[in-house]
């Protein structure tokens, strides 16, 4: 296979997978674990044009405008808004833990339901 082939193929799938990963971050319905697959291929194709790099294969100017810029500005775009929804992630996580420390606290008081609508102190 040539390598200027397989280079061009790897930056336009790099690119098409970017602009499939926006589409999902910027979807408000997304969870952030649909993400992990597009952000597995993508580091997958970075693996892949990294060993090129490093095998002495250059970008073209054209190559860079067309597939790299465009990435790095779709980058630019996505990342505040995936690290918004991981510190909303981190602070739902405190929170049930925080939860689920009170529970274990006070038991099922909370929880509990009682058919008589009325709670009944069984201390003497």
Same mark, same amino acid.
């Given at each position: 296979?040539?390598? &200027?082939?397989?280079?061009? $193929?790897?930056?336009n799938?790099?690119? +098409?997978i ?9 979807? *408000? ?7 992990? *697959?597009?952000?597995d291929k993508? /580091?997958? +194709?970075? &693996?892949?044009?990294?060993?090129l790099? $490093? /095998? ?5 100017? $054209?190559?860079?405008?067309?597939c ?10 996505? !990342? ?11 602070? *739902? ?9 009170a529970? /274990?606290?006070? @038991? ?5 339901? $009682?058919?008589? @609508?009325? !709670? ?5």
């Open positions: 296979m040539n390598t &200027d082939t397989s280079l061009e $193929s790897l930056l799938d790099f690119l +098409h970017t602009r499939s990963l926006e589409e999902r971050v910027v979807d *408000e319905n997304s969870e952030p674990e649909e993400w992990i *697959e597009l952000l993508r /580091q997958e +194709h970075i &693996d892949a044009l990294t060993i790099l $490093s /095998q002495g294969i250059a970008f073209t100017d $054209s190559q860079k405008k067309s790299l810029q465009p990435a790095y500005e779709i980058d630019l775009r996505i !990342f505040p808004i995936m690290d918004q929804k991981k510190k909303k992630l981190e602070s *739902e996580i405190i929170n049930l833990k925080k939860s689920k420390a529970n /274990q606290q006070y @038991g099922d008081y909370g929880n509990s339901y $009682s058919p008589y @609508g009325a !709670f009944f102190d069984t201390k003497k």
